[in-house]
């Protein structure tokens, strides 16, 4: 096993991608944050709340997407649902699709399906905390992105939030 981030590491990656989402949205009145059940809401949770202190917001368009039965693997293990809580709609607005590990892609493109139902995004960026570089299936690459690293098929990324660390095993 080998520590990727430690809790502080982590603390400062959540909020540099805060700070870099921002960025490129800085009144965030087109923009909305979308987090990927059920692990990608951990990262979106902490995420909004740093951008929430930066701007002194209170609310923002903060939504929680399920995409369990817009997987391509659903026909092969019974699923349990996730909720989806997206109260508002998407259409023309700048998509920022948030989860903890980007590996084969195919999480995304469910993702990207599940969002179509709720209009169509002008824009839609990806942000995530842990980016497996060479494990891609889909041309699929995220616009934001904590750590980089480089994997070999059989280790597995364990994102830790209780115990805030990443770690390869």
């Given at each position: 096993m080998k520590a990727i981030l430690n809790k502080q590491q982590l603390e400062i990656t959540i909020k540099r991608l805060a700070h870099q989402i921002l960025e490129n949205h800085i009144s965030l009145e087109d923009t909305v944050i979308i987090g990927i059940q059920p692990r990608g809401i951990y990262l979106s949770d902490q995420i909004v709340s740093e951008i929430k202190k930066e701007l002194h917001l209170k609310k923002i368009k903060y939504g929680k997407l399920d995409i369990t039965f817009y997987r391509d693997d659903i026909r092969k293990q019974l699923h349990v649902a996730n909720?989806?809580?997206?109260?508002?709609?998407?259409?023309?607005?700048?998509?920022?699709?948030?989860?903890?590990?980007?590996?084969?892609?195919?999480?995304?493109?469910?993702?990207?399906?599940?969002?179509?139902?709720f209009g169509?995004?002008?824009?839609?960026?990806?942000?995530?905390?842990?980016d497996r570089r060479f494990s891609r299936q889909l041309p699929i690459q995220p616009d934001y992105t904590g750590k980089a690293i480089d994997s070999i098929v059989s280790q597995k990324v364990k994102v830790n939030w209780t115990k805030s660390e990443v770690v390869l095993y």
């Open positions: 909720q989806t809580d997206i109260l508002f709609s998407i259409e023309g607005k700048k998509v920022v699709l948030i989860d903890d590990v980007l590996y084969t892609g195919r999480t995304i493109r469910a993702a990207l399906d599940a969002l179509m139902d169509r995004p002008e824009k839609v960026e990806l942000c995530v905390l842990i």
